[in-house]
Each structure stands twice: as structure tokens, then as C-alpha cells.
């Protein structure tokens, strides 16, 4: 088990069930949104006792406030290995940062159809009026699909190849140094969605070549509300403001004709209005203490846990795992079920009315991929990391058994 500075907050919960009884909640729908860390919960309960705006009042607490928010960057580069010249700029969310990935990126970007829509949709909207995403079917196999890719980067240039390092779906995790080696050899630059490995690897944008990383506090130990992409300044210094505001402009003068602005480069140039203050330092706090107990332990404790989930689901008859690639080893904490002659939303309210487990149901925000996965209705998805024990993934498979053991008497 890892230690106390991996505890997080509301893991005693416990919800009343259909018989009457009060049962330990078991959440397994990390992959949406982790609980957040106690040691996240202490540093925000700190900060909100003592912050007042950032980058403009001359007080003194005003002052704290901005080192602190300004120290996060530095925080979150260190967490990801960033470039010493790379902007570390706060978003809202994963999705938020893809958008000003988007806005700022300067011709025609290359997708796996695999991805969350986050990193989907949000290249096949039209820029200029032009459609600009170039969307390759992931093949049965990575090693077909890695060749699939290389055919479309060769076939004509392309400015990004935008991919995940891990499925939202699946938990499957992508070779990103290969992917960015593959998109560099054909003069394209490299997205990686984090969102769903950064939680449970390290991942070395140095180490990897990545160009642009995003993720979100929530899937890591923070809360709501912030997220981050980290990458080459040339772009997002040359692109107009993602926002326009206050904060953004270095100096406004009205025209005429409107107004003359100066903007100003590097990350306050896409972070218009007033920052998220807490949620960024909710991130960098997230990011101190993954650092300080290690990805190694959160690996052992989540490998374990989901070579037990495996077992057990392979053992039940009718229930089936889904996953994209044949070749494929390497997976973080989710995996993805169906169960024979049940609706997916049917599994998951027996799961939660009958047992207090929480999981998740449906099409995962990546249409496209559960078509191809053949299950266009939808699935049930798993989800663990630091706050999940074995008894959690025990009482998964014994409902699940249960349940079939009642589908097989009705
Ligand atoms: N990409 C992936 C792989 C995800 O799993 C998610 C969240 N489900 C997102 C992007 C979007 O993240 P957010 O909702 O925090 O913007």
C-alpha cells in the first residue's frame, strides 16, 4: 500500500442500498474525476486563508498570491520534465487546453479515430472555414496503426500529430517516444492528451520529445476546475490571444477603428481574466506530493490491482473485456467490460443500487472508438488509482458474479 501522503479525501464514504443496509462506497470511476488528495485538500485549505489577486495589486498578499501561482509553472515543468523555454500555461481543463492547442496550431493535424473527443472533435472543426484534422482508423494492431500513421504523414505534410497516451477507454497506453520520433522524422510536431496517463506514469516531455502535453487537475488527485498545457512557446507566442481580456494586454490604445492592443508573449498571453488561483495551486500540490512518494509505488499498487480486476472478469462467464489493440501490454487502471444480455446502464445501477459501487457507463465521450469496438451501445468502465483497495476490486467481481448468477437462474 503507499503511504499516508497518498490518502485521499472521502475514501470512508458509505451509501444506504436497496436492502436498507449501509455499505463502504466503492468509487470506481477515477478515469472521470480522482478524489482528491488529503494533502491537496490541506494546501488548499491553506491557501484560501491567505490569497488576494494575482499579478496586479502591490499588496503584500497580493504579492504571495502571484508567487505562488507563478511557482505552480515551475512545479508542473518539473513534474513533466519541461524545456526550460516551454510555456506552462493554465487552462480550465484537458479540453480547454486542446482548444488552445487548436487555436494556435498552424495547419493541418493528424488523429487517430481512437481518441476521447476532446482530442477529436475539436481538430475536425473548421479553421478559417477550412476542415483541417486528417482521421486515420486504428488498424487491430499498434503496430498496423503506427504504419497507418506514417502512411498519412508521408502522404502530405501535416503541422501536429495529436494523440493520447492512454485510452479513457481501455487504459491501453500509447509508445509516445516512438509516436514522436515518427511525427518529428516527417517535420510535424507532437500533442500528447495526458489526461488519462499522467495520473498513473511519469511521462518526460524531454525524455519522450513530446512538444505539447495537456492534462487536468481532476483526474489528478486535485479538483475541478484547471488544467495545463506545457510546450513550445513559438506558437503560442506568435497566435492571437485565446482569450481577450485583461491580464493578456500589455498596453490598449482606442483607434479610430477599435482599439491597438499589445499582447503579451508567453503564458499570460492565453490566460486572460482573473486565474483559477486555487485550482492551479491544487495541481502544483498534486504534483508535489506524486513526486515525493513516487509513480513506482502508484504502478505497484495499481498493477496489482488490476491484474486482480483481470482475473476475476475472465472468470466470469458472459462478461467481456474490450480493448483496442492486440498488442497492446502496458495499461493503466481502467478496464472496460460488457455483459452478455445486460444493458451497460442496467450493470452499472445494479452495481450502484444493489452493491455502493460506482462506475461508469456509456460511450466514454469517444463515440467512434466503441463503434469500432463493435459496441456502439455503449460499455461499463472501471476506473481505480491511490484510494482503491483489493476488497474494492473484490466487491466488483462478487457483484458482477452475482449478477450473472441471476441472469443465468431468470
Ligand atoms: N482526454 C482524455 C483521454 C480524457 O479521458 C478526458 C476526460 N474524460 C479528456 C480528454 C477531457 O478532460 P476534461 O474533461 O478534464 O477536459
Known amino acids: 500500500e503507499v503511504g499516508a501522503l497518498a490518502d485521499v479525501v472521502g475514501a470512508d464514504q458509505t451509501v444506504t442500498v436497496a436492502d436498507g443496509s449501509e455499505v463502504g462506497y466503492v468509487n470506481l470511476d477515477y478515469a472521470a474525476s480522482a478524489p482528491a488528495l488529503q494533502y491537496v485538500a490541506d494546501q488548499i485549505a491553506d491557501a484560501l486563508g491567505q490569497y488576494a489577486s494575482v499579478h496586479r495589486g502591490a499588496g503584500a498578499l497580493s504579492q504571495i498570491t502571484t508567487a505562488r501561482y507563478e511557482s505552480a509553472r515551475e512545479t508542473v515543468r518539473a513534474f513533466v520534465r519541461g524545456r526550460a523555454d516551454d510555456s506552462v500555461v493554465f487552462t480550465r481543463n484537458t479540453t480547454d487546453a486542446i482548444n488552445l492547442a487548436a487555436h494556435i496550431t498552424p495547419g493541418e493535424v493528424v488523429v487517430l479515430d481512437i481518441e476521447h473527443h476532446a482530442n477529436l472533435v475539436t ?17 487491430p494492431t499498434f503496430a498496423e496503426t503506427f504504419d497507418a500513421l506514417e502512411a498519412e504523414l508521408s502522404a502530405a505534410p501535416a503541422a501536429l500529430l495529436a494523440v493520447t497516451a492512454a485510452s479513457n477507454v481501455t487504459g491501453e497506453v500509447l509508445p509516445i517516444g516512438r509516436l514522436a520520433s515518427l511525427a518529428h522524422r516527417h517535420g510535424a510536431r507532437i500533442l500528447v492528451d495526458g489526461a488519462q496517463l499522467v495520473p498513473h506514469r511519469a511521462l518526460s516531455i524531454v525524455g519522450s520529445g513530446v512538444d505539447y502535453l495537456v492534462f487536468s487537475g481532476h ?13 513550445r512557446s513559438d506558437w503560442l507566442d506568435a497566435a492571437t490571444p485565446y482569450l481577450a481580456g485583461g491580464g493578456a494586454t500589455a498596453a490598449v490604445t482606442l483607434t479610430d477603428d477599435g482599439s491597438s492592443v499589445d499582447w503579451y508573449e508567453g503564458p499570460a ?13 491544487a495541481i502544483a500540490a498534486a504534483c508535489d506530493a506524486i513526486a515525493e512518494f513516487g509513480y513506482e509505488e502508484i504502478g505497484w499498487h495499481e498493477e496489482a490491482l488490476r491484474a486482480r480486476l483481470v482475473r476475476g472478469l475472465d472468470g ?5 473485456r474490450l480493448d483496442i489493440f492486440g498488442d497492446v501490454r502496458d495499461r493503466v487502471g481502467i478496464v472496460t467490460f460488457v455483459v452478455e444480455s ?21 460511450k466514454f465521450c469517444a463515440h467512434p472508438l466503441l463503434t469500432t469496438l463493435g459496441h456502439p451501445e455503449g460499455a461499463v468502465r472501471a476506473s481505480f488509482g491511490l484510494g482503491t483497495s483489493t476488497a474494492d476490486i473484490d466487491r466488483l467481481i462478487d457483484a458482477l458474479t452475482g449478477l450473472r448468477t441471476k441472469a443465468g437462474k431468470s
Do not use: T
Open 316 to 320: 466470469i462467464d458472459g462478461v467481456r
Open 219 to 231: 483526474k489528478l488527485y486535485a479538483p475541478f476546475g484547471a488544467g495545463v498545457l506545457v510546450g
Open 123 to 139: 481538430w475536425c472543426a473548421p479553421r478559417d472555414g477550412v476542415a483541417r484534422a486528417r482521421v486515420v482508423a486504428a488498424a
Open 269 to 281: 498571453r492565453h490566460e486572460a481574466g482573473s486565474p483559477n488561483v486555487l485550482g492551479v495551486l
Open 342 to 362: 445486460c444493458r451497460p446502464r442496467d450493470v452499472a445501477e445494479y452495481l450502484n443500487d444493489q452493491h455502493g459501487i460506482g462506475v461508469r457507463d456509456g
